[in-house]
């Protein structure tokens, strides 16, 4: 199958640089409005036959002027939630978060923040939320998701994800496309909306996670 990632939108949460992992999460800004009637255009090209997002309601509101377009509802999978901040949810601080993915990087999978989850009890999660996706059978699949578990995921089980990403981070409505199977293993087709950089000056693009 084919398998659509997209981050969502952007947020006061990404432009306030917080970690904003848990349920319902905040709202797309404008700007995150627009990104996502964007979509409808830079997919347009793809056959999609279904959508799913996590239980964040960033997510949702992403999908769905993609979904009134091809007159298709969307389908909520927990599993696909950001990796959670534990205790430092809703923090400006992502020294403890941002290390614990580079810990994950480094092999180090019971890294945790405090009250958050592991290498391990994430990967699960996300990877039962896909294995779910590919049960249905079709052929192209949109999954709208978060930064963090994205670029974890995808590092994990994307060959050649990680070499493309480099120094960059996904935008907000930046896309993964993959094609492959939870068995058989995935294969790196495109990577679209791609910072090569990011610093705290650079507000107005949104957060690098969440």
Same mark, same amino acid.
């Given at each position: 199958?084919?398998?659509?990632?997209?981050?969502?939108?952007?947020?006061?949460?990404?432009?306030?640089?917080?970690?904003?992992?848990?349920?319902?999460?905040?709202?797309?800004?404008?700007?995150?409005?627009?990104?996502?009637?964007?979509?409808?255009?830079?997919?347009?090209?793809?056959?999609?036959?279904?959508? !799913?997002?996590?239980?964040?309601?960033?997510?949702?509101?992403?999908?769905?002027?993609?979904?009134?377009?091809?007159?298709?509802? !969307?389908?909520?999978?927990?599993?696909?939630?950001?990796?959670?901040?534990?205790?430092?949810?809703?923090?400006?601080?992502?020294?403890?978060?941002?290390?614990?993915?580079?810990?994950?990087?480094?092999?180090?999978?019971?890294?945790?923040?405090?009250?958050?989850?592991?290498?391990?009890?994430?990967?699960?999660?996300?990877?039962?939320?896909?294995?779910?996706?590919?049960?249905?059978?079709?052929?192209?699949?949109?999954?709208?998701?978060?930064?963090?578990?994205?670029?974890?995921?995808?590092?994990?089980?994307?060959?050649?994800?990680?070499?493309?990403?480099?120094?960059?981070?996904?935008?907000?409505?930046?896309?993964?496309?993959?094609?492959?199977?939870?068995?058989?293993?995935?294969?790196?087709?495109?990577?679209?909306?791609?910072?090569? !950089?990011?610093?705290?000056?650079?507000?107005?693009?949104?957060?690098?996670?969440?």
């Amino acid at each position: 199958m084919r398998l659509i990632l997209v981050r969502h939108g952007r947020t006061t949460s990404n432009v306030g640089f917080l970690l904003d992992t848990a349920a319902p999460g905040a709202d797309l800004d404008e700007t995150g409005r627009e990104q996502a009637e964007g979509l409808v255009e830079r997919l347009a090209g793809f056959p999609i036959e279904a959508i !799913y997002t996590s239980n964040l309601v960033r997510t949702q509101q992403t999908a769905a002027p993609l979904a009134r377009r091809l007159g298709l509802g !969307y389908t909520v999978l927990p599993g696909l939630r950001e990796v959670s901040a534990g205790d430092d949810e809703m923090s400006a601080d992502a020294t403890r978060y941002i290390g614990t993915m580079v810990a994950w990087h480094g092999g180090d999978v019971d890294a945790r923040v405090p009250g958050g989850e592991n290498a391990t009890e994430f990967l699960a999660r996300f990877d039962a939320a896909i294995d779910e996706v590919a049960a249905a059978d079709h052929a192209v699949a949109m999954v709208v998701s978060h930064g963090a578990a994205l670029r974890t995921w995808a590092t994990a089980r994307v060959p050649g994800f990680d070499e493309a990403l480099g120094k960059g981070h996904l935008e907000n409505t930046g896309i993964i496309i993959a094609d492959g199977a939870p068995d058989a293993g995935w294969t790196l087709v495109e990577l679209d909306g791609v910072r090569s !950089y990011w610093m705290p000056d650079d507000a107005e693009q949104g957060d690098p996670v969440s």
